[in-house]
């Protein structure tokens, strides 16, 4: 098993993932969507974990499930998860997202969305050494889909595709 596999990688993917939860606001849903993503990147580098928490809790349906590796979680566990990802980054240098493709039929919508994140954290050389930090970078695919519930696009479900996942430029299995 490698050094960097570990529940702590696990709660890190989720923070990668967690750039995918929307707060959506605006009339056209890929603006909302982009609107969503900006806020929350900007509350995760500069770890503002009440900013980010608030605004997953309002972007969640309250059935939202997130699903990865056939592992599913509810929308506070994934909130919780999240939080503690945040944690552990010393640093979140870059963080960003693009739409691949979006479908929106009445009160649904579904998208592809590709999210991206650099950063550094602390973990140690191997088992029992000291702490040192190291860079991070991460590239994944969700599936995502919405709902329209008060007027707004929520997302009500979230699942994790191919994750590409770096520590010191070298991919890691997660």
């Known amino acids: 098993m490698s050094q960097y596999t570990s529940p702590a990688m696990k709660k890190l993917a989720l923070l990668f993932s967690l750039i995918a939860v929307v707060d959506l606001a605006h009339a056209d849903l890929r603006s909302e969507i982009m ?9 995760a580098m500069a770890k503002d974990l009440k900013g980010v928490e608030a605004a997953m809790k309002e972007s969640l349906t309250p059935d939202f499930k997130y699903v990865q590796a056939g592992v599913t979680q509810d929308a506070k566990t994934f909130i919780k998860e999240f939080s503690a990802s945040v944690v552990m980054m010393d640093k979140i240098s870059s963080s960003s997202s693009r739409i691949i493709s979006l479908k929106e039929s009445g009160s649904k919508a579904s998208g592809e969305i590709e999210l991206s994140m650099t950063g550094s954290m602390k973990m140690p050389e191997k088992k029992g050494a000291a702490m040192k930090s190291h860079p991070i970078s991460y590239v994944g695919l969700f599936s995502e889909e ?18 590409n996942f770096m520590v010191d430029g070298k991919p890691v299995k997660m």
Request: charged share 40%; hydrophobic share 25%; glycine share 12%.
């Open 146 to 163: 919405y709902r329209k519930v008060g007027g707004k696009w929520k997302m009500s479900k979230m699942t994790a595709g191919k994750q």
């Open 35 to 43: 609107t969503a993503r900006r806020k929350q990147e900007k509350a």
